[in-house]
């Protein structure tokens, strides 16, 4: 059965200073990996996925993530945190023998320092 | 497109009382999911359907819990009766199924649901 582990359930950058986010998964079989981003009140919104194309993947608002098979993460970077960048990230899998069935982690709440 | 539109927002009812959460997918989409978000469990998968037939419903907590989604355009989740644990927020979700494969959802706003 597929998981999600997330390090870290809060964490505090500056404004301008690199945002790491951690996700590590654990599937039998190649996975269909998400990040999902939670602002206070709302639902939530997809930034990413890696469907098993490149393993370096751009999303929205200047994230990105990079899928490594060897150690099993897809960790969440953004090269220069904005104050609007303060929410909850999710990270999230899903594998091909139960495509519909996503599996959520825990999240992380990350702060922006002015 | 308007989006995942679920409703009510906020609902507060009192313990031994019928609830029914209702959500329209997006337009077109063909599998809806029912998510339940709180603090201490996080976001747990309750139910999904896909072409309006359930496909998987282990997440469903109790027999008091029930879902339906009579055509493509309307779900519903009931609670009855309701207790406090079930105080959560409720999310749906839909998506397009496209073959073997996922590229996401899109999240409705939720319905912040306090039992008392």
């Known amino acids: 059965a597929q998981s999600v582990t997330q390090l870290g359930s809060h964490v505090s950058v500056s404004e301008g200073a690199l945002v790491l986010l951690r996700c590590n998964y654990s599937?039998?079989?190649?996975?269909?990996l998400f990040w999902y981003v939670q602002y206070p009140n709302q639902g939530l919104q997809l930034l990413l996925k890696y469907t098993s194309a490149a393993t370096l993947v751009k999303g929205i608002n200047g994230f990105e993530a990079e899928f490594k098979k060897s150690e099993t993460s897809f960790h969440l970077t953004k090269p220069s945190a904005h104050m609007s960048d303060a929410a909850e990230y999710f990270c999230?899998?899903?594998?091909?023998?139960?495509?519909?069935?996503?599996?959520f982690g825990p999240g992380t709440s990350l702060s922006v320092i002015p | 497109d308007a989006g995942v539109i679920q409703s009510p927002r906020h609902e507060v009812t009192e313990m031994g009382q019928e609830v029914t959460l209702r959500c329209k997918p997006i337009s077109g989409h063909n599998s809806l999911f029912w998510y339940r978000q709180t603090m201490m469990r996080g976001l747990e998968l309750l139910i999904y359907f896909n072409n309006n037939v359930p496909i998987d419903d282990s997440g469903m907590p109790e027999d008091r819990f029930s879902a339906k989604m009579p055509n493509a355009s309307f779900s519903t989740l009931k609670i009855q009766p309701s207790e406090p644990r079930d105080s959560a927020v409720y999310f749906c979700?839909?998506?397009?199924?496209?073959?073997?494969?996922?590229?996401?959802?899109?999240f409705g706003s939720g319905t912040r649901l306090t039992v008392v």
């Open positions: 979700a839909s998506s397009l199924r496209q073959g073997p494969a996922n590229y996401g959802y899109t």
């Open positions: 599937s039998s079989v190649p996975p269909y």
């Open positions: 999230a899998v899903s594998d091909k023998t139960s495509y519909d069935k996503v599996i």
